[in-house]
């Protein structure tokens, strides 16, 4: 993957402080929107939360973006694999959420 490289572009709403994007830039070609998150306006969900999962979610993307391109070609079989880890990031946030809530 050297010589290959992206960028991704964390935008927050200047109107609304839950909405959020991330976006992908690639060296050649369009901007790409990946992600698009609105959380709704709760006291437990707070600026420095919505920063930690928003920056979570950007770095877990980049990793996933980064074994996508070294690997394309993932064996269906693991996708459970794949679907299981992805719940568990999921259950941990809304844990903590209730923890913090």
């Given amino acids: 993957m ?10 927050q709403s200047t ?3 839950g909405d959020f ?8 070609k369009n901007e790409q929107l990946l ?3 609105r959380f709704m306006s709760q006291p437990m969900l ?8 928003v920056g979570v979610l950007a770095r877990k993307l980049a990793k996933r ?3 996508w391109r070294v ?10 694999d794949v679907q ?4 568990a990031v999921v259950d941990a946030m809304i844990d903590r959420m209730k923890k913090e809530g």
């Avoid at 299981?84 to 719940?87: I, L, V, Y």
């Fill in 46 to 53: 707070d600026e420095k939360y919505l920063d930690d999962v």
């Fill in 2 to 11: 050297s010589g290959q490289h992206f960028t991704l572009t964390i935008s």
């Fill in 21 to 28: 994007a991330i976006h992908m830039n690639e060296e050649g």
């Fill in 15 to 17: 109107t609304d402080s």
């Fill in 65 to 67: 973006i980064i074994e």
């Fill in 71 to 80: 690997a394309p070609d993932i064996n269906p079989e693991a996708l459970p």
């Fill in 35 to 37: 992600v698009h998150l």
């Fill in 84 to 87: 299981d880890e992805a719940r």
